[in-house]
Every structure is written in structure tokens, then in C-alpha cells.
């Protein structure tokens, strides 16, 4: 590690040279150039520099796609063709961005957030890519084309490769997370230590950015998580002040315009999120108006507001009020009032619920036609839950759902918005998604856990069940695939969790079979060095 007081001292040497020759010679041997910050009283550039994990993790997400992939020509026309279908087919929460659909001609990504999005799914889509009739990892790459320049250096072992991917890919899902400890940053690092030391032993060159991942874990003991200092908020102002109108004024009115835009948008969406509760519909009209205008009602202020103002609470569709009562006998599963009846009764015991048709005195009727109202999506912790019978869209009707301390892949069928003595219940109905033994272990199933994902039967789904909306956990991604192992249902779904709150929490419901026949797979010798790995890391 540089010693920041050296650094300081060369940077005021360069302040004080003369010409840019000098100035370049002291970058040159010492790294460093003048800074206003180094003016900053307690300011040291070297403990107060953390890496930007969000430029330099997803650098090489990218440097994997072109380096290795592409370079490597691991992937030949079909392969591409393959390899960009398989994108286009995945069923992305709407809270998202999407991926381009043009990937097997442009393999480049305008946005990190992006190649953040590429690398959750790297080892499913490539997996598609590279697989045999059994299901397993060729053992040779596509043959490279004589006309080829420059021609691959490195070993181009796809085995290798696609262990090096799911090293990749646990490694992000680990430390990308919004709360993390001491012993996920060590795992996290030891992960990304081994993709780069497989990339060394394959002799694929690796840039400044490797050496660089290798320091996240004093960064993070330092700073904390990476949303503590990776700059995709600061990239997301730029886009903002790239929208504003300038009509190439100079003499300060484009800096004036800038500024005014700025304050104007920071003053709208703390009004957007600061009306009190009793605020009245027309003022809620008047704020959404302006916001319209202002052409700042899509994706991320929308969501932005939804987190700020939900926190733990559920927040129905604007202008529920207005909603009709739904006539619960009349719904398309009408085994619905029942199942609600007896939901009710067990969560509320002291209500003594009923159905209309045994009302009694002292109890309390959940009458089928004037208690419920049916509602097409509610938003839980900024996150929206849409559902299969929404009229206007099917989007977000997947999620994962908290059921005994477990996430359990689901659909979302209904909302409920239930009307009580004194209050107002939120319920969803749901079917479990179905897995079983007969599913084959795949090279992944190791680590599911960190990838929050299960394998379950494309479209094939269990009876009909009520929850409470809290359950409600996260927005889940869909990656259709096929198998030729399983003599019937070859379609399958990959269910991969989108909560990045900690990986602690990403804890599917895993197939019986899975502890059984994992050693069988390729992963052995890598999970056997991160196992010795972490006894080190702890000890230390």
C-alpha cells in the first residue's frame, strides 16, 4: 500500500512545477496528481480513496464477455445466436432494467447496471451455450476460425471456464449486497481470488482492475458495503443533468441552468415524498401533475418514491378507494372465499370469522360480495407484486415468498385488500411453484444458496393457497430451460431471487436429492480450496 504521506508530498510537488513535463514525471514514477481535496485538513489519499466497486467488478464482468468469450471464440455464430435467445427469454421483475436484444451483434453494454444484470445470469445462459446431450460441459471449445486475428492465447478449457464463471457470479451476489459481514467479505474475496487465479493459471491476460478487486476487503472493513461508495448514484445525476436543456448558452447561464434544473427536481421529489398522510387527492394531483410535466414519472423515481414512502407497510394501487367490493364467489377460483374464510379464522382467532351463510352473533361475517376488494398489484417495500389476473398486465406476478423461515418460489394469483372490524388486512393468493427429485442436479446447485436460485417445472404449480401480503419477499427473475435427462417435462424454469439486501437471506426451497449427489459434479476441487481458504481468513 502507498504511504499517504509521500503521496501528499508528490502532489504538492507537482503543484508546484513549472512545466507539464515535470508534472508527467511524477505521475509517471509516482502515481499521483495535485488535488484541490489535498487542501482538506485530515484529508489522506490513500485511506480516503476506496475503490468504486461498481466501475471495477463490472469492468470485469465485461472484460470476461470480451476478453475470454469473445477473443477466445468460445462461442461460434449458433453459439451467439443461442446465447442472445436465451437473454431475450428470461422474465425480468419490472423494478429492473432490461438487457439489449441485439447481444449476438453487439456484445457491448451501455450501462454497468447492465453488465450487473449479465453477470446474476452468466452461468444459466452459458450453461445453455456450452452444454452437451447430457446435460454437462463440453469438454472442447468451437474450433477457432482459421481468419481469426489475433489468435487466442490462452487455454481454452470450457470446463475451467464455466467454474471460473460460477466464481464470478457467487462473488457479486455476495458482495454486492446492502448488508454484509466480516465472514461474507472474506468468502466474497476468496471466491474472486480464485476466478483471477483460474484466469492466471489459464494464461488470460488480466488488467489493473484484478489486482484492484483483491483490496475490496479493506475497503468494506473500512467503508462498509459497496452502496456505501460505489457511484451509480452519481452516474444516475449525470444522466440527469445531461437531459437538461442548455441551448449552448455560454457566459455562466448554462451553469445557471444546470443548477436551477437541479434544485427544481430535488424540491419536486421531496414534495413527492413528504405530503402527510392527510393530504387530500387534490393535492396528490397537483404533485403527480407537476412531475409529469417534469417527465420524472418512470422507472427510477417511481420506485425511489415507492421505497421511501412503504419502509415495512403495503401499499395498494392509487385510488383504491374507488375500487368496486368484488363478489368473492364470482372470481375465477371461487374456492377462493373459503380458503379466505379459513386463512381469517387462523390468523385472527379473536374475530371468530365466519362465512356469510353461518353468521352468528358475536362473530365477525367476511361476507363474499362487500368485504374484499381485489387488487391488480401492491407495492411492499418499494417493490411492486403484480398478478396473474390483473387485467392490463401479467408483469411481476412471480416472487419468492416467505414460508416457514424459507423462500418459496410462487405466483401470485390474487391481492386481497380485506375489510375488518377497525382495520384493513392485506392477503395474497398464491401457488407454489413444483420441484422434485426427478429434476437432475445441475453444475450450479452448489452454490444456489449464493445465487438464490431453484429449479423448478416450467408452468406447473400447486394448489391454491392464502398468505399474508408481508409474505411477500422478493421479486424473482425466470430463466426458461430445457433438459434432455428427464424423459418427461423437459421444460424447466431457473428461479433466481432479485433481493440484494444480504445473501443471507437467499434461502430457496432446494430439491431432497440435492445434498445426495452433489459431490458428483465439477465443483468439488474448487469448493475443497474455498473450504481451506475460509479456515484462513477466519483464523486470521
Known amino acids: 500500500m502507498r504511504d499517504d504521506w509521500k503521496l501528499l508530498e508528490h502532489a504538492h510537488r507537482s503543484k508546484l512545477s513549472t ?3 515535470a508534472r508527467k514525471s511524477i505521475l509517471d514514477e509516482h502515481g499521483v496528481r495535485y488535488s484541490v481535496l489535498n487542501e482538506l485538513p485530515g484529508w489522506l489519499p490513500m485511506r480516503r480513496s476506496p475503490i468504486d466497486f461498481m466501475h471495477n467488478f463490472y469492468t470485469l464482468v465485461k472484460r470476461f464477455l470480451f476478453d475470454i468469450v469473445t477473443t477466445g471464440h468460445l462461442l461460434d455464430s449458433t453459439g451467439w445466436d443461442l446465447f442472445q435467445d436465451s ?25 454497468a447496471d447492465q453488465w450487473r444484470r449479465l453477470s446474476s445470469i452468466y452461468p444459466f445462459i452459458l450453461w445453455l451455450c456450452w452444454r452437451d446431450h447430457r446435460d454437462e460441459i463440453k469438454a472442447s471449445a468451437p474450433p477457432v476460425p482459421a481468419s481469426a486475428k489475433p489468435q487466442p492465447t490462452f487455454k481454452r478449457d470450457l470446463r475451467t471456464i464455466y467454474k471460473l464463471v460460477l466464481y464470478l457470479s457467487v462473488s457479486e451476489r455476495i458482495l454486492a449486497s446492502k448488508a454484509i459481514s466480516i465472514n461474507d467479505i472474506d468468502r466474497g474475496q476468496a471466491y ?5 487465479q483460474g484466469l492466471e493459471s489459464l494464461g488470460v ?16 472493513r473500512q467503508y462498509g458495503p459497496a452502496y456505501a461508495t460505489w457511484l451509480f448514484g452519481f452516474e444516475r445525476f449525470n444522466g440527469v443533468l445531461e437531459d437538461v436543456n442548455l441551448n449552448g448558452h455560454g457566459g455562466g447561464e448554462m451553469e445557471y441552468s444546470l443548477a436551477r434544473d437541479w434544485v427544481e427536481k430535488h424540491r419536486l421529489y421531496e414534495l413527492a415524498i413528504s405530503l402527510p398522510k392527510g393530504a387530500s387527492d387534490k393535492e396528490h394531483k397537483l404533485v403527480q401533475q407537476a412531475i409529469d410535466q417534469k417527465g420524472l414519472d418512470r422507472g427510477t423515481l417511481r420506485t425511489q418514491i415507492a421505497q421511501f414512502t412503504s419502509g415495512d407497510s403495503i401499499l395498494p394501487p392509487r385510488l383504491t378507494s374507488k375500487t368496486k367490493l368484488t363478489s368473492l364467489r364470482g372470481l375465477q377460483h371461487p374456492q377462493v372465499y373459503q380458503l379466505l374464510v379459513g386463512f381469517l379464522q387462523h390468523k385472527f382467532p379473536d374475530l371468530n370469522v365466519v362465512d356469510d351463510m353461518t353468521a352468528e352473533l358475536g362473530t365477525t361475517v367476511l361476507f363474499a360480495s362487500r368485504s374484499a376488494k ?20 401479467n408483469a411481476d406476478q412471480f416472487a419468492g415468498v416467505l414460508m416457514h423461515d424459507t ?3 410462487c405466483k401470485i394469483i390474487y391481492h386481497f385488500e380485506i375489510h375488518l372490524p377497525d382495520q ?4 395474497s393468493a398464491v401457488q407454489k411453484m413444483v420441484s422434485d427429485d426427478r429434476i437432475p442436479v445441475m453444475p450450479w446447485d452448489h452454490f444456489a444458496t449464493d445465487l438464490g436460485v431453484n429449479i423448478v417445472y416450467e408452468n406447473i404449480f400447486g394448489p391454491l393457497e392464502i398468505i399474508a401480503s408481508s409474505q411477500l419477499s422478493c421479486a424473482v427473475a425466470i430463466i426458461p430451460i430445457t433438459t434432455d435427462v428427464l424423459a418427461e417435462e423437459k421444460s424447466l424454469w431457473v428461479v433466481q431471487s432479485f433481493d440484494r439486501v444480504s445473501p443471507k437471506k437467499d434461502l430457496f426451497l432446494f430439491r431432497n436429492s440435492f445434498t445426495s449427489r452433489l459431490g458428483l459434479k465439477l465443483m468439488t476441487t474448487g469448493c475443497a480450496v474455498i473450504q481451506t481458504k475460509m479456515v484462513t481468513l477466519q483464523a486470521r
Open 87 to 111: 437473454i431475450n427469454s428470461v422474465i425480468w421483475p419490472s423494478g429492473i432494467g432490461r438487457l439489449p436484444k441485439n447481444l449476438a451483434d453487439d456484445h457491448g453494454l451501455p450501462k
Open 374 to 393: 381485489v387488487l391488480p398489484f401492491i407495492v411492499k417495500d418499494g417493490i411492486r407484486f403484480g398478478s396473474a389476473t390483473a387485467t392490463q398486465t
Open 192 to 196: 474472486l481470488q480464485l476466478y483471477c
Open 19 to 21: 512545466t507539464k513535463a
Open 407 to 409: 423462500r418459496v418460489p
Open 424 to 427: 384493513v388486512f392485506y392477503c
Open 205 to 220: 491476460h488480466q488488467t489493473i482492475n484484478s489486482h484492484l478487486a483483491m483490496h475490496y476487503s479493506l475497503v468494506f
